[in-house]
């Protein structure tokens, strides 16, 4: 499966790693390369998901000591 929106790793590292100013030593570019494809891959799969565009959920946001699981608020 290729990415359809054509993203060439290469470049795209290439231009990454200018305009960031973060090196990428020679020996680990073909690992980036292969991330950076598998991400594509992934961004492909959350496009294509069939969802209303004038809707937003967002998930629930967990907060340690609150809520029903805190031993502080259940009945002894």
């Known amino acids: 499966?290729?990415?359809e929106n054509n993203?060439?790793?290469?470049?795209?590292?290439e231009l990454m790693q200018s305009t960031m100013g973060i090196p990428i030593r020679e020996e680990w570019k073909a690992g980036v390369?292969?991330?950076?494809?598998?991400?594509?891959?992934?961004?492909d799969i959350v496009e294509a998901a069939d969802l209303d565009r004038?809707?937003?959920?967002?998930?629930?946001?967990?907060?340690?000591?609150?809520?029903?699981?805190?031993?502080a608020t259940e009945d002894a």
Do not use: I
């Open 33 to 43: 390369c292969l991330h950076l494809a598998n991400a594509a891959r992934m961004a």
């Open 54 to 71: 004038n809707t937003l959920e967002l998930a629930g946001v967990f907060e340690p000591g609150k809520g029903r699981w805190n031993a």
């Open 1 to 3: 499966m290729s990415n």
């Open 7 to 13: 993203l060439d790793p290469q470049a795209y590292l």
